[in-house]
């Protein structure tokens, strides 16, 4: 015999498929419940279970069957509710629902639940009508609360999905099921019955539950629907049903209040993602702003997380954002050599990127895209080449700039050179290259004629599209001289480059510090004398014209010994530690005092006989150690009037000879530290030496050079310690002449720290301070992107202000001026834009304690993340918003913008990391097993290989040894030296995996349902 939901599913189908009339089935329903009698619970949930798997609408005969049902009392309010929820769309699913049969996993159509709402509501709303029973009332209240919580936290889910994705799309029926379930609560907690329930003492449990699911369903319900969520509001605030913090009967304070603030967190709902013009302006802001941070895969991974497959607007974007970062530095008067590095990355760096996109996989129409983007270029910023003529025009600096983007996009093939002109508005007064350079011909060049290095490194700086090839060439190349010991030719790059410092910008565009000096600081580390060497000074020439080209470029760039890709115990990282401290006398070693000692001996005697002797056994590593205490030994004994200064002045001429001129670099530093500390009588004396060293009477033209360079390094520690001597001491007439001479030399590092005009600007303002002007910033920024289309040139902006402020406010006070103002753009209806800025402020790369790591994988020697040193607004941001729900209780509203922004944060940077390119890893073993039917020794293999690039590598060291032999004299030895440039592995794991449990299961029972009714 069948069972009773045997007996009443079949009663059911037949009702349905006959189409039975209402009256009809209400008789037979009495027939058959008076046979075969059923619980009410089972009763509706044998009427509303799914009858198939694909269930999109309801049949409305399920509706009338239901309401007769209730007109007849077998069942109540409370099983409709409890059968609806277990088949609904909103039920938790629980990891035991896979091992159940399909139809047991089968779904209602979310029109079932809000018709059923709607039902119910009306029957809470009659006077009289529902609840009939206290068992009705418990069990109406536990389910409604336990479905508003399920309603919160699938949407907490589908938030996160959305912030992954970038797709932020809502139903408009889940709207629907949401507000009706919204007026069925309204209903049931201003139905006075349910009132006394909530309000009886036994049933305390059940209203801090019920009050923590109407806390975080209210939220919810009023970012969909504002009306009936401020009327809920009212009846909650009307019946007390509030997360009181300081009652603990709702859910105050302790784990219960902040369990209630995390769910309405998490329920939060996102704003809508937009991809502003500020956004990404900030990026290439970032990039750019100090040591350049311009690798291809970090860009490419950036605007493809960023842009999803949408590849056309993101080529866009990127030209406008690069003029626009260029016109911005024009309005803020930025130094030239500012300027031409972002002209650089403008012409020579954007076309080769736009270029990497043209391929079938994004389909691209390149020439679409750079007449989208000239159209929302400021003209008055970048004006025609005409007009470049005119006089007294201040944007004229700027007005190639449009003809020799179009030359370089020309030359890579995105425009035919023929549309130059209908772009341009004019006839182009200059013609792209005739050539475009790749960087095998270029190094093949260079190993066959030396004499084609300079004019590259002449080139470097050109604005035509080339210069990429011609640093990768020029980086390629200097790696292979240091394998082949080709000193005098690394002399003459190394002192070619280092009088260009807008060349070491541009090389550092194209490729990572690493793989530029890497290769010198190894050869520089080993360097060994021959045994039968003849003289020594040219090998400290050689050796000396390397260490400034270094020098030059971590002084200019403030780089350090990790992002040189060397050991801390090089000799390039002993300089860079301890290169400019004096040893105290009591701390050198025999060797050292014997060096020390022949150093002073030869140089004040101005023997080069005794000179040459102490250069023989003395290595230039050891010399360049020893150069501050060698001064220092100097200074001491002047003031203490063992030496005269007359006697000093020929040792400070010789060491403005090319061969020790670089000894200056560490000396001057030392002398700067010195000069400030004022334990001592040594004031009259540096000052002597400052003259003689910063204003000699006499130099020869090589050792001007380089001197110019040495002083542009060096130049910000002598104009403070300059300064600070004239405050203490107004009256000495030695310190102006000298300020006077070093002031051509200032600013030479490209750093991220603000100059003091641009804090004064940001503070001069009464009241104003860093944290306001941080905001006003964001502000601008956000009316900017806002009303892009009118204002077509960018607000004044400098990636400086936020490390700056973040460096001398901390990142707590930074983060909370960034989400101030976010919130309050939130509040005016513009928080989807200031959301999109505040994410690309937190998200920018930095070359200190960077959130996005740059390690330029595609260069030859990939940069090594250095170690952190403080906290980043991403890092403190994830310590606030693991405290977010404590904010909550006491801001709801910056808690809210908290983890808006936290999710935008971590959405992106995975993303990010989820387009990195994978690195290549070719087992040669591997492939020779996949390879069965080729035998080959592997020995014979390594033995051809070597054979093969020994051969090429002979070839091409003859070749520039006959290029030597006309250019320099071989009559000196070169330096041997090897270089180890042994692969080590790096391990840049992310891990962005987190558990994250939502179930809550329902079975056949009360117990199973995890509806507790028999203990309430």
Known sequence: MESPPQQWTLFFSRCLSQRIRADVFEAAARQLHARTPIAGAKLADVLLRPRTASTSTIDPLLVVYLERLLALNRIDAADVLIAAFRWSRDRPSKSSDAALAPQERWQNPPELDEIIFHRLHKAFATPGDRPRTKMEARKVLTVVGQWMSAMVTAHAGDAVVQAMTGVQQLQQQSINVREALGMLVMGVI????????????PLKELRKAFSQSLSSFIP?????????ASRLEESQTKHALLIDPGNDLNGGTGDNGLAVASIQLESLMDLPTINTRAGLYIFLNSLLVARPLTDDVTILNYLHARYKLDTQTLAIDLITASFDILSNAMYRSESNERMNCLKSFLINRIPPLVAQLQGPL????????????????????FPAPSQGFNDGGGNNVLSDVRQ???????????IAVGNIERHLGERPMQEPPEVKYVKEDLLKQCKESFEKVNMFIDEIENMDGNAGAIVLALTEFISYLCDTNMTPYLKSISNLLSKKPQALDVMLLFTSPASILQPLCGFLDNWQYDGDQGEYQPVYDEFGAILVLILAFVHRHELTYHDLGIQPGSFISQILERGHLSIPADELTDEQGRHLGGWLRGLLTEDSA????????????????????????????????????????????YLLETFLLPSLVGALTWMTSHALEQNHQDVDVLMQIFHKLIRPNSISGDAQTMHSTILSMVSTRLDKCLRTLRRRDPARPDIEPLLETIKVYLHYERSSYASITDLDQWTSTPG?????????????????????????????????????????????????????EVTSQTSTGNGAVALDIATA??????????????????SPIAAIAPPHTRINLREMLKVEYDNAASIYLTNSTTAETMVRLHRRVEAQLAAVGAHALPALNVDVVDVQHAMPDIDMSMSAVNDAAAAAVGSSMAMDQQSLERGLETHLDLSVGGAGGGLDLGGGAMDLGLDLGG??????????????????????
């Open 190 to 201: 201003d139905n006075m019955r349910m009132v006394q329930m909530l309000n009886a003492p």
């Open 220 to 228: 919810l319900l009023e970012q969909t629907s504002p009306t009936i």
């Open 362 to 381: 994004y389909g691209l129409a390149p020439e679409f895209c750079i007449t989208q983007a000239l159209s929302h270029v400021d003209l008055n910023a």
């Open 404 to 414: 020799d983007f179009l030359n370089a996009c020309a030359l890579h093939n995105l």
């Open 610 to 653: 005794a000179i040459d002797d102490v250069m023989k056994s003395c290595r230039m590593q050891d010399f360049y150690l020893l150069m501050p205490t060698l001064f220092s030994q100097i200074i001491y004994a002047c003031s203490a009037e063992v030496l005269s200064m007359d006697s000093v002045k020929g040792a400070l001429e």
């Open 768 to 820: 104003n301070t860093l944290r306001l002007a941080l905001r006003n910033t964001i502000r601008d920024l956000s009316m900017w992107s806002s009303n892009g289309t009118i204002h077509l040139s960018p607000p004044s902006y400098t990636h400086r202000q936020l490390f700056t402020t973040s460096a001398l406010l901390g990142a707590h006070k930074t983060l909370h001026a960034i989400l101030d």
């Open 841 to 858: 402020l937190i998200c920018a790369p930095s070359t200190q304690n960077s959130p996005l790591e740059v390690v330029w994988v595609g």
């Open 995 to 1016: 558990d994250m449990g939502m179930g809550m299961g329902l079975g056949d029972d009360d117990d199973a349902w995890g509806l507790d009714f028999d203990n309430m």
